[in-house]
């Protein structure tokens, strides 16, 4: 499996002690945490999506030829 595909898991299980202490406990700073936290998870969603779009073009170009 992709190694991205594992950053990513690890970086939503990272978060999980955050959401907790925000969403349980109200804890202000878990939520400045969670929000950097899903920042970077959407960049890093982003970085994948551009990674899938690039691999599936070449491999279209590759097919046309």
Do not use: C, H
């Not at 939520?31 to 970077?40: F, I, L, N, S, Y």
């Amino acid at each position: 499996m992709n190694n991205n595909f594992n950053k990513l898991k690890d970086l939503v299980m990272s978060l999980e002690g955050d959401f907790e202490k925000f969403y349980d406990k109200n804890n202000a700073a878990a939520g400045t945490r969670v929000r950097k936290g899903m920042q970077d998870l959407k960049n890093m969603a982003q970085d994948i999506r551009k990674e899938v779009q690039d691999m599936k073009n070449t491999s279209e170009k590759k097919a046309a030829k």
